[in-house]
């Protein structure tokens, strides 16, 4: 919701306004105070907004790369298409499809098109630094999906132990207050016993994409490279044999991921 109607471009605020904007955003109670979670239902989408059912939802079309160099130099790069082919327009130099991101204005709420102004995205590139020897290039392609795969993977990571390969093959939900419904992946649904008691919170469970995200990992380790490919849309992880660094290798998740 927050992103349907109150986040605009920041080169269309003044300093004052982006410092009231950041203060809002770091203030527990802006998100507690007017909309409490309730542990015992499903908050409903439009309970939150009084536009509810003029939000639109988002394509999923993006593509995503993640890159570590042999000096330790690391890139995480989402570009968003907004069509399954953008523009249809491809540069020599990079061979990336340039994008048509007119569909990631909204309707309504502060990012609508206007003159000059930049949209919003999905898009959530991101580097976490664990130490000097040990970070993560993450991302995903997926449309609003995108935050939502990050995280998940992330919190498997950090809180769930999971190793690289286990956390990108672990299943992703999504609940991006359009539609109301919370999604599930057809290629990595949760239990039974977990879809039975998301339902007796109230929550209606839809299998409308077969996949969520490509959430291929790139990480430096002690020294080491490692590269995790999502199987879920079929990508290629490499680690070049040796460095200077330290031996790489490259991991991808096992055929039972399938």
């Known amino acids: 919701m927050e992103r349907q109607f109150f986040v605009v471009t920041?080169?269309?605020?003044?300093?004052?306004?982006?410092?009231?904007?950041?203060?809002?955003?770091l203030d527990p109670g802006t998100w507690l105070t007017d909309h409490p979670v309730s542990r015992g239902w499903v908050t409903q989408s439009k309970s939150l907004h009084h536009s509810y059912k003029r939000a639109l939802s988002e394509l999923p079309h993006t593509t995503h790369l993640s890159v570590i160099d042999k000096e330790g130099n690391a890139v995480s790069c989402t570009v968003t298409l907004s069509g399954s082919f953008g523009a249809r327009l491809?540069?020599?130099?990079?061979?990336i499809v340039l994008n048509n991101s007119v569909a990631s204005f909204s309707s309504m709420g502060q990012n609508t098109p206007a003159a000059g102004q930049r949209t919003t995205s999905s898009m959530a590139p991101t580097l976490?630094?664990?130490?000097?020897?040990?970070?993560?290039?993450?991302?995903?392609?997926?449309?609003?999906?995108?935050p939502n795969t990050i995280t998940q993977t992330f919190l498997r990571l950090a809180l769930d132990d999971d190793n690289l390969a286990r956390a990108v093959m672990q299943p992703r939900i999504h609940q991006g207050f359009v539609p109301q419904h919370l999604q599930m992946e057809r290629y990595a649904p949760l239990s039974a016993g977990v879809q039975q008691r998301l339902r007796a919170l109230g929550h209606e469970i839809k299998f409308e994409r077969n996949v969520m995200g490509d959430a291929n990992i790139a990480a430096y380790m002690n020294?080491?490279?490692?590269?995790?490919?999502?199987?879920?849309?079929g990508g290629l992880a490499l680690a070049t044999p040796e460095t200077s660094e330290g031996s790489m290798v490259a991991a991808t998740p096992p055929d039972s991921a399938h």
Do not use: W, Y
């Open 10 to 25: 920041p080169d269309h605020l003044s300093a004052e306004e982006q410092a009231a904007q950041r203060a809002r955003a």
């Open 128 to 146: 976490a630094f664990l130490g000097p020897d040990h970070f993560l290039v993450l991302g995903s392609p997926g449309g609003n999906t995108i």
């Open 223 to 233: 020294g080491h490279m490692i590269a995790v490919a999502d199987a879920r849309e």
């Open 90 to 95: 491809m540069t020599k130099e990079t061979g």
